[in-house]
């Protein structure tokens, strides 16, 4: 069988799939029945110092189906970060790796625009014993009055100042999550990596108003009659991710990447890995199908990869990338393609009777 294992910036995985941050590691309870049924890695729902500033509404996701057959093909949300207090965390970080001291336990931290706070927020949580930092520069909704998430990682100056600050804080693997809601994903990353972090996670959710209600003529999801753009995520940003995961890996190709976007089966997984991610992670995949579909993408992914002869992640990881090219270059490759063609084709069957149509199609013609 096909080995699933991979180390990461010198942490061990024994699978490459990992809970994403948000509300499928919101406590200790809920993460510690995920690496029990099997995942890798679980990145913990994002947290902050003081959760008195954070607030949830009610309802705050909303679905897009399709119009046939009502799959789910998007989902938005205008969840955010933890409300939890910032104790309590620290208290389930550790209760929760003494526990699972074989699986990964990412602590995903946020803070406002100032080196002490995240300085102290690295070294507390540190000090739980987790395996490493994703820094939260990419979250597109809630809380930009504080310069937080997305309004932070959108300038790399200040992607380049805050990395800093956490790695002079911690020898732990620093990850930074990038926003997809940007012209040049690379540059953040860049600015990142300079600065320290050893690799870099993408893509946290697509800004975006979900739809409107057609009754009320109020969008979606709304709260007391309103509401705001939330972060859109599901099988349709898919295209998008894998897009954005090929410029990082080819922009990086020394760091490490844990790709998500619209994850929710083995293949999809697959095509992540060979744009180059390392771990893959879930996030809205596990909010529509359960913990539980953590079996069926370790057998899916195992069975691919023996069907194509590959041993290890690393046979295949990035292997797509080598087809990638300019549109020049592609225009020049069917010309050479059709002048080989034309090369090897039998003369006799260029004449078949009808001269002025056959001389047509052996003609190019100028204006």
């Keep these: 069988m096909a080995d699933l294992s991979i180390t990461v910036d010198g ?22 029945r995920s690496f029990t049924l099997g995942w890798g890695g679980i990145v913990c729902k994002t947290i902050s110092l003081n959760n008195d500033k954070v607030a949830n509404v009610t309802p705050r996701y909303a679905r897009l189906q399709n119009r046939t057959d009502k799959t789910v093909i998007g989902f938005e949300n205008i969840e955010l970060i933890s409300d939890r207090p910032f104790e309590v965390w620290l208290d389930e970080l550790g209760e929760t790796k003494a526990k699972h001291p074989d699986k990964v336990l990412i602590a995903s931290i946020m803070e406002e625009y100032e080196k002490g706070l995240w300085q102290e927020i690295t070294e507390r949580v540190a000090a739980t014993g987790v395996d490493g930092f994703e820094l939260n520069f990419s979250c597109p909704h809630g809380m930009p009055e504080r310069a937080m998430g997305a309004a932070m990682g959108m300038n790399p100056d200040i992607v380049r100042e805050v990395t800093a600050w956490v790695t002079e804080s911690t020898d732990l693997p620093v990850w930074a999550k990038m926003t997809p809601n940007i012209t040049d994903i690379t540059q953040p990353a860049i600015a990142a990596v300079e600065s320290g972090a050893h690799g870099i996670s993408a893509i946290n959710t697509i800004r975006s108003v979900l739809g409107v209600n057609h009754k009320t003529l109020r969008p979606l999801p709304t709260v007391e009659g309103y509401t705001v753009p939330g972060g859109y995520s599901g099988a349709a940003v898919r295209p998008i991710a894998l897009r954005m995961i090929m410029e990082l890996a080819t922009a990086l190709p020394n760091n490490s990447i844990s790709g998500m976007g619209g994850i929710e089966s083995a293949k999809d997984a697959a095509e992540f890995i060979l744009m180059g991610s390392h771990t893959v992670q879930v996030c809205t995949g596990a909010m529509l199908q359960g913990y539980e579909m953590i079996e069926g993408l370790c057998e899916g992914l195992s069975d691919w990869m023996d069907e194509r002869g590959f041993a290890t992640l690393d046979d295949f990881r990035g ?28 003369r006799d069957n260029d004449w078949k009777g009808d001269i002025a149509k056959e001389s047509e199609a052996l003609t190019v013609n100028t204006d």
């Design 11 to 32: 942490i061990h995985f024994p699978n490459p799939f990992v809970l994403g941050s948000g509300p499928p590691g919101t406590n200790a309870r809920v993460m510690d």
């Design 319 to 346: 292997h797509s990338l080598q087809y990638f090219t300019t549109h020049a270059d592609l225009v020049e490759r069917q010309k050479q393609a059709r002048r080989d063609k034309a090369g090897r084709q039998n």
